[in-house]
């Protein structure tokens, strides 16, 4: 742990990941190095053994994703990183712990793409975190921080929730909170033990029936048994795990929505905008799956979305907001980002009328 | 009077849906023996494959986990790192082992895990209808090469147990037969040897099985037999390699 100066210390995003899930009880890291998620696999190769845990450098995102499922399936609390590119490679294997229901947890510091792209911070893997992302009817639960602090903060739940729900859940960020570095409150730097019990775990049968950890079952109906009880589980999550953060919504005649970065970059917009005496306020989901719908239940007058891609996140706002009201733009990617100047035009464009 | 023969406890009486002939119910049987006389029932934890032996854990009676196809030995290492305490083994087809999870299985055992692998090589793809594997033998007709293997368009048959030999974190390697009841216990030994390399923390053994697949080679389960005893074991030499 580095040196504690005051009660804060000074973290990368990738390095407050590594060490939220260190304090979550995180027992068990695979991983490959691809940028710009290197300080996070750096982190817990320093950091992981000291804490009595399991670090292996894997041979590839497959291998170091299908060790996560071994893991899980062992009773450990478990978890990969990876960056774009390396997140795709990784699908198989989500699809997998999604299937036999172990709890993991995956992280994406996304970056430009399609293909090799560039290392450049982006949000266009959006939709393969919402979706599913690799084979068969699942969810993933999709948690997007904005600050080194919520990076930190939401590892606990993203434990928690794959514990509770025996389902992967993604840590959905990007290369610009990778990399930026911010102070992190240390009080909240505590080690928390598992509260969740795992009798469907493997570890010898003795004393029980043997355990068996699947995600096939090839007699008539089974599979259509197992896929309504998973779609029972998304509904309760969809019910229960909605977040968001609401920030001067309430008179606001237009709303901005972003997520992670892109909504640091927004609420400045809304700041320069307010002291212009322009009512704006913003939506930051946290929850990406559940998208919060129920920031949504009170309509505004007018909604611009803004992202690092060509409108992904888009297409939950305009779900949400039904045609009843008009949602608005911004997009760039391939290392493209929005900037404050341009939200700013924008909403002085569309903000009467 | 001695009962020298009986159901092994870690086998369920069950039927299995293996074809007449076929390699796998007898490399089960074996595994369940030696589980048994090691006295490890309660600390095993198998990994089953992609393949025809795919539900493994319908007839094993332990703890048992799927893997992707291909990705059981990165499934056993973390099982294996979390639990050290338990005795983990992968049981992987020609396939899974040196195809698809060529990746996983060498860096596993350059590792040097301390790992049990029980690789059944019966030289073609069986689950999915007879196609090539990477150990099909020259000349040997597949629904994927129906003209037969051919070293200019599909290569070699691969040696994977001869290119991990190589690897110091490789302790043991042996390859066996199924094709007589002599290589049987032959192959049971080995297998014992590789279980017991793990009790006693030695590191990486692998038992490559020369395996019949009646169905896939298009003959007779008697004359899958004479295959492996007069083709297939001039390919694959058997003997103890490390």
């Known amino acids: 742990m580095p040196q504690k100066h005051s009660n804060k210390i000074l973290m990368s995003g990738n390095e407050a990941i590594a060490e939220g899930a260190l304090c979550a009880g995180c027992t068990f890291y695979a991983g490959y190095p691809i940028t710009p998620q290197n300080e996070l696999i750096g982190y817990m190769a320093l950091h992981m053994q000291e804490r009595g845990g399991v670090f292996i450098q894997a041979e590839s995102e497959t291998a170091a994703i299908n060790m996560v499922f071994g893991a899980s399936a062992a009773g450990a609390r478990a978890m990969t990183s990876s960056s774009s590119p390396g997140v795709s490679l990784k699908q198989e294997g989500i699809s997998y712990i999604a299937g036999a229901e172990l709890p993991a947890v995956i992280v994406n510091i996304m970056r430009g793409g399609p293909g090799l792209g560039n290392i450049w911070p982006g949000q266009s893997d959006y939709f393969q975190a919402t979706r599913g992302g690799g084979h068969g009817d699942y969810r993933c639960i999709v948690l997007a921080p904005a600050s080194v602090q919520e990076c930190f903060d939401l590892m606990r739940s993203a434990f928690d929730m794959a514990d509770k729900y025996r389902n992967p859940v993604l840590i959905l960020g990007d290369g610009m909170l990778g990399q930026m570095m911010e102070p992190l409150k240390v009080q909240s730097l505590k080690v928390k033990g598992q509260k969740f019990k795992k009798p469907w775990a493997l570890t010898g049968c003795a004393g029980r029936k043997p355990n068996v950890v699947k995600s096939f079952f090839m007699n008539e109906g089974d599979l259509e048994k197992i896929n309504l009880k998973l779609q029972e589980k998304y509904k309760v999550i969809q019910q229960k795990e909605e977040r968001w953060q609401d920030y001067l919504v309430k008179d606001a005649q237009v709303v901005l929505v972003a997520y992670g970065s892109m909504a640091r970059i927004a609420k400045s917009a809304v700041e320069a905008l307010r002291a212009k005496g322009k009512k704006v306020g913003l939506i930051r989901p946290i929850t990406l799956w559940p998208f919060p719908r129920g920031a949504f239940k009170k309509l505004r007058n007018k909604y611009l979305v803004i992202e690092m891609s060509y409108g992904q996140m888009l297409e939950d706002v305009q779900l949400a907001v039904n045609g009843k009201k008009s949602v608005e733009f911004i997009g760039r990617a391939g290392g493209g980002v929005p900037a404050e100047e341009a939200i700013i035009a924008k909403v002085n464009k569309i903000y009467h009328g | 009077m001695d009962k020298i023969y009986s159901h092994p406890k870690s086998l369920k009486e069950v039927p299995t849906h293996y074809c007449p002939g076929c390699g796998h119910g007898l490399a089960h049987r074996i595994i369940a023996e030696v589980v048994d006389e090691l006295d490890i029932r309660e600390k095993v934890i198998a990994i089953a494959p992609v393949g025809c032996a795919v539900i493994a854990y319908d007839y094993w009676d332990f703890d048992c986990s799927e893997a992707a196809h291909?990705?059981?030995?990165?499934v056993a290492t973390a099982?294996?790192?979390?639990?050290?305490?338990?005795i983990v083994f992968t049981y992987q087809g020609d396939g899974d082992l040196a195809a698809i999870g060529t990746n996983e299985t060498i860096h596993a055992a350059n590792r040097?895990?301390?790992?049990?692998?029980?690789?059944?090589?019966?030289?073609?793809?069986?689950?999915?209808?007879?196609?090539?594997?990477?150990?099909?033998?020259?000349?040997?007709k597949t629904a994927t090469t129906p003209s037969g293997r051919s070293s200019q368009l599909q290569g070699y048959p691969l040696k994977i147990s001869e290119m991990l030999s190589l690897l110091p974190g490789v302790k043991y390697i042996e390859r066996t037969s199924l094709h007589s009841p002599l290589e049987i216990i032959k192959t049971k030994k080995a297998i014992k040897r590789a279980f017991q390399n793990q009790v006693d923390g030695v590191g990486f053994s692998l038992v490559e099985v020369l395996s019949p697949c009646p169905t896939y080679w298009g003959l007779s389960p008697n004359q899958a037999l004479n295959w492996i005893r007069e083709t297939m074991i001039k390919e694959f030499p058997l003997g103890r390699m490390k």
């Open chain 2, 79 to 86: 099982i294996k790192r979390v639990r050290p305490q338990n």
């Open chain 2, 112 to 140: 040097g895990e301390n790992l049990t692998v029980i690789f059944i090589n019966n030289a073609i793809y069986g689950m999915t209808g007879g196609q090539m594997a990477p150990t099909t033998l020259l000349n040997q």
């Open chain 2, 70 to 74: 291909g990705r059981a030995l990165a």
